[in-house]
Structure formats: structure tokens, C-alpha cells
């Protein structure tokens, strides 16, 4: 199971950090990442990192937003900063273990 946090709302410029944590067998966790799925709009990946520690953005938060993961807690983050409106959207968390797990979605709404 994930479990996500952090989502809220925030000002045009602000920063907001969102966490995921798993629960079970973190060990075999591989790659991580974050989605987004703004209103009438598809799902899209946000920012990934692999069990190594390779990274990839989406080119929209590419120097705003960052990712990270803790091994030892199963945990992944999203640092986001310099926000804006166009960035309002359920962010949701993905691990892998021998299959895709998905966290229950965080609303991260940005005010103009």
C-alpha cells in the first residue's frame, strides 16, 4: 500500500512538498514516481527516479519541481517550488514491485 500527503492549497509562486511512503516489502521496490491529472486532462508523468538513482522530469517542472527517495522508508517526495496555477492537479505516487502500485492521489490546488 502507498500513502501519500502533502497536496493542499498554495499560492502562485509557493512551494509545497509531497511525500509517499510504502508499506511491505520496500526492499524490492524499484522505480518511483510521481503522476499528475489536471481537470479534462490526461494522466501524465511529473518526475521519476529509479532504485539507483536515476532521474527524469517532465520538461513542464524541469528546475521547479524535484524528486527524491528514501530506500530505507520506501519513501519517495516531490519537492515543488516556483508553483503555478497551471500546476493544480491530483498528484499521484507510483512505485514499482513486480507491478505497479499506486498511492491514493493528493490534490494540489495553486491560487492565481
Known amino acids: 500500500q502507498l500513502q501519500a500527503s502533502g497536496g493542499g492549497l498554495v499560492q502562485t509562486g509557493g512551494s509545497m512538498r509531497l511525500s509517499c511512503a510504502a508499506s511491505g516489502s520496500i526492499s524490492s521496490i524499484t522505480d518511483m514516481g510521481w503522476y499528475r491529472q489536471a481537470p479534462g486532462k490526461p494522466h501524465v508523468l511529473v518526475a521519476s527516479?529509479?532504485?539507483?538513482?536515476?532521474?527524469d522530469y517532465a520538461d513542464f517542472v524541469k528546475g521547479r519541481f524535484t524528486i527524491s527517495r528514501d530506500n530505507a522508508k520506501g519513501a519517495v517526495y516531490l519537492q515543488m517550488n516556483s508553483l503555478k496555477p497551471e500546476d493544480t492537479a491530483v498528484y499521484y505516487c507510483?512505485?514499482?514491485?513486480?507491478?505497479?502500485?499506486w498511492g491514493q492521489g493528493t490534490l494540489v490546488t495553486v491560487s492565481s
Open positions: 507510483n512505485m514499482y514491485v513486480r507491478g505497479n502500485y
Open positions: 527516479i529509479s532504485k539507483r538513482g536515476t532521474i
